[in-house]
């Protein structure tokens, strides 16, 4: 096995989390009077939750975003997220992981708390650490400076680490910090924008994903 260290990015590429996102989006924004400007669907989910709004409301003050982001939290953060799955063999891709000896990281633009409930309810030992979009106080990581830090942290190499994910800023993410960029196409994200950002390794189904992982060199 080429490559011994395992990022994942959550929404679209460990689990589908749009029932409970969209949700909880479509109830933020109408507490804020907040009116989309287009459908709000699972193709939004995936950059953090205020340029989801700015883009939903391009019109809207920036108090206004700041109130339904404020709103979305405290719908998001409390709910239950029963209607958010792990996609069909993530969960069995993880533990041969972790049993083939690799390190299975996560890097989400979620905050901590509805990552770490997730994790808990999904993944418990089955993720060795996890980088959030707040991991550190006072500051709001982008993707590549979460797969950095996981990398610092624990001493690993770039060039030893994989980083997989359905959105455009995880392939970035990957290339800054001289990862492996594998997209995937089960999730959120399009193949044609993830080859435009510079990948050019993809899974196509979720229950390939060990196998693709496993056979990269």
Same mark, same amino acid.
């Given at each position: ?13 460990? +689990?589908?989390? &749009? ?17 989309? &400007?287009?459908? !709000?669907?699972?193709?939004? *989910? ?8 700015? $883009? ?12 339904? +982001? ?11 997220? %029963?209607?958010?799955? &792990? ?11 972790? &049993?083939?000896?690799?390190? !299975?990281? *996560?890097? $989400? ?9 997730? *994790?808990?309810? #999904?993944?418990?030992?089955?993720? /060795?650490?996890?980088?959030?979009? /707040? ?16 990398? #610092?942290?624990?001493?690993? %190499?770039?060039?030893? $680490? ?5 959105? +455009?800023?995880? *392939?970035?993410?990957?290339?800054? $910090? ?14 044609? /924008? ?8 993809? +899974? ?11 056979? #990269?060199?």
């Amino acid at each position: 096995m080429r490559y011994r260290n395992w990022i994942f990015d959550l929404d679209g590429t460990l +689990v589908d989390s &749009a029932p409970d996102v969209i949700d909880a989006l479509q109830r933020a924004m109408e507490a804020s009077n907040l009116v989309p &400007a287009a459908i !709000v669907t699972s193709d939004c *989910i995936g950059p953090p939750i205020k340029e989801i709004i700015k $883009t939903l409301a391009p019109e809207a003050s920036v108090a206004a975003i700041a109130k339904a +982001v404020s709103f979305f939290r405290d719908f998001y953060d409390e709910a239950p997220m %029963s209607r958010t799955l &792990a996609y069909p063999g993530v969960i069995d891709a993880l533990e041969k992981a972790r &049993a083939s000896g690799c390190n !299975v990281f *996560i890097a $989400t633009n979620k905050p901590q708390k509805p990552t770490f409930r997730i *994790i808990d309810h #999904l993944f418990r030992g089955k993720i /060795d650490k996890t980088a959030c979009i /707040d991991t550190l106080p006072g500051t709001k990581l982008s993707k590549a400076e979460m797969i950095s830090w996981l990398l #610092l942290e624990n001493s690993l %190499s770039g060039t030893d $680490t994989v980083m997989v994910g359905d959105g +455009v800023s995880d *392939i970035k993410g990957a290339l800054s $910090t001289k990862c492996y960029p594998v997209g995937v196409l089960y999730g959120y994200g399009c193949a044609r /924008d993830l080859a435009a950002a510079g990948c050019i390794s993809f +899974v196509e189904d979720s229950l390939h994903l060990y196998s693709t992982l496993e056979d #990269l060199v």
